[in-house]
């Protein structure tokens, strides 16, 4: 039993241990000083040895203390080491994996037995460090160089590579390295070695049986793909990519996703499975696959899908099944069978069938994706979930069971679906078989989206009603002009008479200023029903924003910062230049308003071609070259459930008092005139977005070179001679026009029609030289009365003076037709210098 224990004790000892402290040298110095002592004081004699002898032993016993005393606090330790260390030696000795470790020369300090079998060591004294060992081992040359840099710079690393060992056989090698600190700061390097030969066949050998698993995937005779849940393809064999043409690279990228395989809806079709949670569901599903080149082919599926405890799919397993031209679908059922589940997944129109109480049993990929999400859990496999509101459901029941009762017409129903979005549907119900049972088939349910349809409907019907909104506000627009040409003419007629000292003089300028004010709004209202004069010219945006920028910056204040972002190369387009720059500031001082606490207004610029105006997704924006102008900002937003109004004239969010609700009116009357587009874009919180589109006009060479003449104020002459028709069937618009001109030196006949300015013509025509003529009047207009004038004197000049806007009743003028257009309300400054420029200059004379 001796002997056994014994060589158990000598098998746990390292081959090679230098790692114990402590100096021989230095025991033979210490007892060589103590004989050496004891020798010089063998030499004396007498009294004289007796000194040193007690000195001597007087040093030994104070060190046999105070090593008693370190002893006793564990600074100095005698006899063997601990056990502790004798167990950490014995188990890194008998270690499988070769352990050595080098001292910062490459000394070796430690190597057990597994490293002298590994590198093929017959004796301790033939142990190599590692470098030493694969030294000009081409195999693991890299390996031990990184292992090599990596301990001198202190950190760990491991390698495998295979090598060839000393005695010329090929192992692998699983090579690593370590740092250690030892106690006093040496820092010794670990190195371990591990045969992993064995390891490394067995992966090549299950890599092997997976590679011929694969291989016979490949090559099944059918497809076969697997998913995730969010329809990413992860896996597909190469039969189903050899159908399909599709590239494995894509498969492996993570690229192709379930709707580049399958036509039509068919992957909202296999997303609509029912949920088992807990559970793998499989189902058949007939679909058309589609190929990278578009063509269908006709296929069954056999869908597996795993459903979580949750109810949320994961990973589906799916073969696929031809059942295309040249499959055995030769039975003519089977082939009759093909061909409708083709005809039902891939019509455009929804359907599914229903039982008596309104769970969907079969429904088809179009009939999924509208339904969506409100089908997938039993709970809500009814379709009634799928609806937004009673009324509708109850509509919806009472044609379900009409159908099943054998009903053979059953009006169709209009519903709201559930979920955001706002769509809608209508549903036809037609019966489905004559069972009773109220699980089978009841009906058969057929759905239209009109979501679409009823926002072109909504849409539409808005448009009408702006419409209709400004014929009635150009209407109430043009006799409120009247009204106000006489309270200004007279005001002006008043203030000629009176001094500014004159007491009564304030007072009637409190009347004219808000006169004038009243015909602002007038204005507005004419801007908004497309009924103003506009003046159009060719401009360009950059410039006129680039100019009109510091006004802008002092309207939005120092809380708002504006920032423009010009687009390049800006086509032309043709616009009223003031009309225009009132458009931006009166979207700018919304967008100002709009944020009490600061925030930015940006207007941006930019050119879109006829080819990117679909996609703005604006459904009455034809295809055609556009400048676009943005301005956004960065305040609340505008509710949804007012955007719909925020152009019909009088509405504002503003306090009472604090805007006329004119301004976007005047915005979108502007925008339109101009044959334009403006829209309200806005999510609440995010900020609103004014979206302005003018038509890119390309000009004539006339138009190039025309020169801007810049308009001198001179002061000039009002007065003049002449005799002046005029022909107004407002009374007081005709009494202060006639009062105006004849103050002025002009000889004034009035008609208060264009019958009776037809028959002041035949007794004064050969004086009249000029004929002022409202266009708008009972029994004949003005256009009409200018026709007649036409044949009788075809050079007579004339005036128009109209409420509306000129190309109003241009039209209706012979083509060429020269005319002067004065606008209503006017002044009488206004008047008398349009008769005055229509006179000419030898017409008048000064008095």
Known sequence: MSSIAEEDRMAAEPPIDRSRSGSVGLVLLVAAALVGAGLAISFLKGDAAQPWILALLAVLSVIGVFALFAGALGLVRFGARSAGDDLARAIVATAEEGVLVTDAGGRIVFANDAYLQLTRAAAPAEARPVERVFAGNADVAEAIYRLSQAAREGRRAAEEARATLPDGLGAWLRIGVRPVTRRGGAVETVWTLADVTRERERHENVFQELQHAVDFLDHAPAGFFAAEGDGSIVYMNATLAGWLD?????????????????????????EAASPKPGSVATEIIDVDLRTRSGRSLPARLLHAVAWSQEGTPSASRTLVLDRGP??????????????????????????????????????????????????????????????AGDRDRAGLEAAIAAAADGAGDVPPVDAALAGEGGRSARLFVTRADDGEDEDHEAAVVYALDTTDQRALEAKFAQSQKMTAVGQLAGGVAHDFNNVLTAIIGYSDLLLANHRPTDPSFQDIMQIKQNANRAASLVRQLLAFSRRQTLRPQVIALGDVLAELRMLLSRLVGEKVKLELVHGRDLWLVKADLNQFEQVIINLVVNARDAMADGGTVTIRTRNVAAAEAPGLGHFELPAADYVMIDVEDTGPGIPSEIIDKIFEPFFSTKEVGKGTGLGLSTVYGIVK??????????????????????????????????????????????????????????????????????????????????????????????????????????????????????????????????????????????????????????????????????????????D
């Not at 599709?246 to 296999?270: F, N, P």
């Not at 025309?706 to 618009?733: C, F, I, N, S």
């Open 326 to 387: 040249g499959a055995d679908v030769s039975e003519p059922l089977r082939a009759a069978e093909v061909r409708f589940a083709r005809f039902f997944n891939n019509t455009p129109l929804a359907i599914a069938t229903v039982d008596a109480r309104g769970r969907v049993l079969r429904a088809n990929a179009p009939f999924a994706k509208l339904f969506g999400d409100r089908l997938r859990s039993e709970e809500q496999r009814s379709i009634y979930a799928a609806l």
């Open 246 to 270: 599709q590239d494995l690279t894509r498969v492996a990228s993570g690229a192709l996703r379930l709707g580049d395989i399958l036509s039509g809806d068919g992957a909202a079709l296999i």
């Open 673 to 846: 005139q101009t044959d334009g587009f403006v829209f309200a874009l806005s999510e609440p919180g995010r900020g609103a977005t004014f979206r302005i589109l003018l038509p890119r006009h390309v000009p004539d060479e006339a138009e190039q070179a025309k020169p801007v003449a810049a308009v001198a104020a001179v002061a000039q002459d009002m007065t003049g001679r002449g005799t002046v028709l005029l022909v107004e069937d407002e009374d007081a618009v005709r009494a202060f026009a006639s009062r105006a001109l004849a103050s002025r030196g002009y000889t004034v006949l009035e008609a208060r029609s264009g019958v009776e300015a037809l028959e002041r013509m035949k007794t004064d025509g050969a004086d009249i030289e000029l004929v002022v003529s409202d266009v708008v009047m009972p029994e004949m207009d003005g256009p009409s009365l200018l026709r007649e004038l036409r044949k009788t004197q075809p050079n007579l000049k004339i005036i128009f003076v109209s409420g509306y806007a000129e190309d109003a009743f241009k039209k209706n003028l012979p083509e060429g037709e020269v005319f002067a257009f004065l606008p209503k309300p006017f002044s009488l400054k206004q008047l008398v210098q349009a008769v005055k420029e229509a006179m000419g200059s030898d017409a008048a004379a000064s």
